[in-house]
C-alpha cells in the first residue's frame, strides 16, 4: 500500500527552539517536497529534493533546511523556530522527472509560541 | 515561473445548487492538471487528473474542464451535496520540470 508518512502529527515549540519533522514513503520514489499550507495562500513549495543529497530551494525557503540521507526519508529542519513558522507542513513525494502523481503525507501542524 | 490563480476564494451554495471553480495558469507548457479536495483536518485527496490531451473529465458528481486555449481549468460540481463541503485546489505540473504549482484555493460551503 502506496504510503507517504510525516512524524509528528502535532508539535508544539517554544520561539528560538530547533524542530525537525520527518517525512517516509515507502515507494522508492526519487522525488520528495516540503510545502507549507497557510489560511488563503494553498500549499507554498519549501524544498524540493530530488533524490538522496539533491535539494533545491522552492518559493519559501527562508528559515528551513532540509536533509535527504536515505531515499526514503526526508527530513524538514528548523533551526531557531520563529512564531511566523506556525503553520501545517505537508510532505508529498513522487515517482521522479516524466512523472505526475504525487502522493501526499497527512501533515504535521507545528505551532510555534 | 509558472503563476496559478484560483477563484473563487470562498463559495456557497445550496445542496442541488452546482458550483463551479476555476483555475487560469500561464505557461503554455504546462501539460498536467490536477484538482484536490481537501477536508478539515485532513491531507489533500487527488479527485481528477487531467492531461493537456484531454478536455473533459468526468468523474462522480463532477466534471472537469480544460480550455487550453485560455489556459483555464474548471471544477464543476454539478449537483452539490454536504458531503462535498471542503477545500479545493487546483495544480499544474509541466513535463519539463517536477514541481507542482497550486492555486490558493476554494473554501466550498453546501448548505443543507
Known amino acids: 500500500d502506496m504510503k507517504v508518512t510525516q512524524m509528528p502529527r502535532y508539535l508544539i515549540k517554544r520561539m528560538g527552539e530547533n524542530v525537525l519533522l520527518e517525512c517516509g514513503q515507502d515507494?522508492?520514489?526519487?522525488?520528495m517536497y516540503w510545502y507549507r499550507q497557510d489560511p488563503g495562500l494553498g500549499l507554498q513549495l519549501i524544498y524540493i529534493?530530488?533524490?538522496?543529497?539533491?535539494?533545491s530551494e522552492g518559493d519559501i525557503p527562508k528559515g528551513y533546511r532540509v536533509s535527504r540521507k536515505k531515499r526514503e526519508h526526508f527530513s524538514l529542519i528548523l533551526d531557531s523556530a520563529k512564531t511566523n513558522q506556525t503553520s501545517v507542513y505537508f510532505c508529498?513525494?513522487?515517482?521522479?522527472?516524466?512523472?505526475?502523481?504525487?502522493?501526499f503525507g497527512p501533515g504535521t501542524r507545528l505551532t510555534v509560541l | 515561473g509558472e503563476q496559478v490563480e484560483q477563484r473563487p476564494p470562498h463559495l456557497s451554495v445550496r445542496e442541488g445548487d452546482s458550483a463551479v471553480i476555476t483555475c487560469t495558469y500561464t505557461d503554455p507548457n504546462s501539460y498536467y492538471f490536477f484538482w484536490y479536495k481537501q477536508e478539515p483536518g485532513a491531507s489533500l485527496q487527488l479527485l481528477m487528473k487531467v492531461f493537456s490531451s484531454t478536455e473533459i473529465n468526468e468523474g462522480q458528481g463532477f466534471t472537469v474542464l480544460l480550455n487550453k486555449k485560455d489556459k483555464r481549468l474548471s471544477l464543476n460540481l454539478t449537483a452539490a451535496h454536504p458531503g462535498d463541503s471542503a477545500a479545493y485546489f487546483c495544480?499544474?505540473?509541466?513535463?519539463?520540470?517536477?514541481?507542482?504549482?497550486f492555486g490558493k484555493g476554494t473554501s466550498l460551503t453546501v448548505i443543507p
Open positions: 495544480a499544474v505540473k509541466n513535463t519539463g520540470y517536477q514541481n507542482f504549482y
Open positions: 515507494m522508492s520514489h526519487e522525488t
Open positions: 529534493s530530488y533524490d538522496v543529497d539533491s535539494n
Open positions: 508529498a513525494s513522487s515517482p521522479g522527472l516524466g512523472s505526475y502523481e504525487q502522493y
